[in-house]
């Protein structure tokens, strides 16, 4: 069955520096891809999402591209802030309209 | 637009007591989900509905919880009774149901059973 795979955290960051948080996915078909970001204590956000290869999501100066030739959508950003600090959750959209998870990366941001 | 309405925001209940949680939509969504997350992990699904018909219930413990979509917009979520592994935040989501739309998530209900 379809399924995602996301680096364990926690991952520790100095303020400023360069994110990337590594998404696989296996998957039949070429599914839409998406990242949520939960900050305590709060529901699920939708930080960005892609819905074909090649495609782009951004927000917030996050980014990430669907690559299909290496079942990827790693989650980057340039220069991260203390308010990233949260946990996020990279998924693909099955073929019954449910997501399927990564396990969570919770990213820590030290000033 | 309005995001999805989640309430109690918190409920603190004793085991084999029930409880129940209502979500409203986004006006207009025709799919319906109800996650639950324990502390630390990632969102499992209990139960999807599509207007008011249930299209996967097969994580629903049935022996204690129970979900109804009345009229295709409000759902409420029961849990009777309790048990101390029942404490999770349970989340209500929603969406237009087609393939490339994204789920858009409430805040959440925080139960803990004591």
């Known amino acids: 069955g379809d399924s995602v795979t996301q680096m364990e955290g926690p991952v520790t960051l100095s303020e400023e520096a360069f994110l990337t948080i590594n998404c696989t996915y296996t998957?039949?078909?070429?599914?839409?891809l998406f990242w949520y970001v939960q900050y305590p204590g709060e529901g699920l956000q939708l930080l960005l999402k892609?819905?074909?290869a090649d495609d782009k999501g951004s927000n917030k100066g996050f980014e990430a591209t669907y690559r299909k030739e290496t079942t990827s959508f790693h989650l980057e950003k340039g220069s991260v802030q203390v308010s990233d600090s949260a946990v996020y959750f990279c998924?693909?959209?099955?073929?019954?309209?449910?997501?399927?998870w990564g396990a969570g990366t919770k990213l820590i941001i030290k000033p | 637009e309005a995001g999805v309405a989640q309430s109690p925001r918190y409920k603190i209940i004793e085991k084999r007591q029930s409880v129940a949680f209502w979500c409203n939509p986004i006006?207009?969504?025709?799919?319906l989900y109800w996650y639950q997350q324990i502390l630390g992990q990632g969102p499992k699904l209990l139960i999807q509905?599509?207007?008011?018909?249930?299209?996967?219930d097969s994580q629903l413990p049935k022996d204690r919880f129970s979900a109804e979509r009345l009229k295709g917009v409000d759902s409420t979520l029961k849990i009777q009774p309790a048990k101390l592994e029942d404490s999770a935040v349970y989340l209500c989501?929603?969406?237009?149901?087609?393939?490339?739309?994204?789920?858009?998530f409430g805040n959440g209900t925080r139960l803990t059973v004591t």
């Open positions: 989501a929603s969406s237009p149901g087609t393939a490339n739309s994204p789920l858009h």
């Open positions: 006006s207009g969504h025709a799919t």
């Open positions: 509905f599509q207007n008011n018909g249930v299209v996967d």
């Open positions: 998957a039949t078909g070429y599914p839409s």
């Open positions: 892609a819905t074909k």
């Open positions: 998924a693909l959209m099955d073929s019954n309209y449910q997501l399927i």
